[in-house]
């Protein structure tokens, strides 16, 4: 399994266990440190920032350091078992190791896509005594449901009422983000804002979700953001974090600090990540399917490509 963290181990960063930030594996450095301040490590499939590497989905990929990141899989797995550990399961593990989570925590997930549908499992197995899931979709949220967390959809529920009604008035002790920039909020006046300022160019992404858990996060609390921004967002309310003590934790995902624990895991039946999957097709059917779960038609949540 290739990850699409691109990783030397060798640098300072890769040492530490800090993959998705090494120094070395960025062939666009020089530009992620102009406009980040510091170079990140190459991703396939992502930015010009990242390398401009391509993506996992073509027939062929050159995969540099290949005798550093790929993970080595025993014999006797199936591809589905193990297929999620390059990316989304170790995203929701990390975002869910990040809240540091106690017995008594009630964990909030907003977006129930394959990386929230991860945060969630991830967070049940860790302990919380509650987990709670936020999105509109739903199918989604039925898998959340699943997975073992209570459900809010957002078109038919004020996300703040009940998450409040939820922890006896004091909101959720952990939230974890896998929303990301591109969230949705028909009725809110902040997303009207964001989507002005979108469509003038002067702001890159809609951090509505930021917003909305920075507001109801428990003071004290820890905000876990895998889900990803890419530029400048406004209106972030930093005097409610601020003074309510809260810790923010976020990045791409450090891949490989996690998927030996997670192999094992998978290997002893802790985990079967296959849950996730609701469509496998040809190479050929894929464009066709990229249209199905962008407009996620047909129930789609994660589709596997057999070439
Ligand atoms: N940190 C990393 O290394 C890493 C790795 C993989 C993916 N990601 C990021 O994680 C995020 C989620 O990935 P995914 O594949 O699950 O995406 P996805 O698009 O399938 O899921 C996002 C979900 O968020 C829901 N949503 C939209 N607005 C919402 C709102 N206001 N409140 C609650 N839910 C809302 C959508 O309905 C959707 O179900 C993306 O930003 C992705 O880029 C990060």
Known sequence: ????????????????????????????????????????????????????????????????YADVGPVVIPDGMTDEQVLFLGDILPTGWQAAAQ?????????????AGPVGQFAIRSAVMMGAE???CIDNVPE???????????????????????????????GPE??????????HAARSIDSMYDRAKQALMLESDRPHVLREMIYVCRPAGIISIPGVYGGLIDKIPFGAAMNKGLTFRMGQTHV????????????????????VITHSVSLEQGPEMYKTFRDKHDGCIKVVLKP
């Open 99 to 111: 809240c540091d989570i106690q017995p008594t925590d009630t964990v909030a997930v907003w977006g």
């Open 1 to 64: 399994v290739v990850p699409f963290t691109i990783v030397c181990g060798e640098c300072d960063q890769c040492r530490r266990g800090n993959f998705s930030v090494c120094e070395r594996s960025n062939r666009n450095k020089d530009v992620a440190d102009k406009l980040f301040g510091h170079t990140t490590a190459g991703l396939y499939g992502y930015t010009h920032l990242t390398g401009g590497y391509a993506g996992g989905q073509a027939e062929y990929v050159r995969v540099p």
């Open 174 to 183: 952990k939230c974890i983000d896998s929303v990301g920039m591109e969230a």
């Open 130 to 132: 509650q987990v709670i």
């Open 140 to 170: 989604r949220l039925s898998m959340a449901r699943a997975g073992g967390a209570i459900t809010i959809n957002f078109d038919e529920e004020s996300v703040l009422e009940r998450l409040k009604e939820l922890t006896r008035g004091k």
């Open 256 to 275: 490989n600090r996690w998927t030996d624990d997670l192999l094992k895991r998978i290997q002893e039946g802790q985990i079967d990540p296959s849950f």
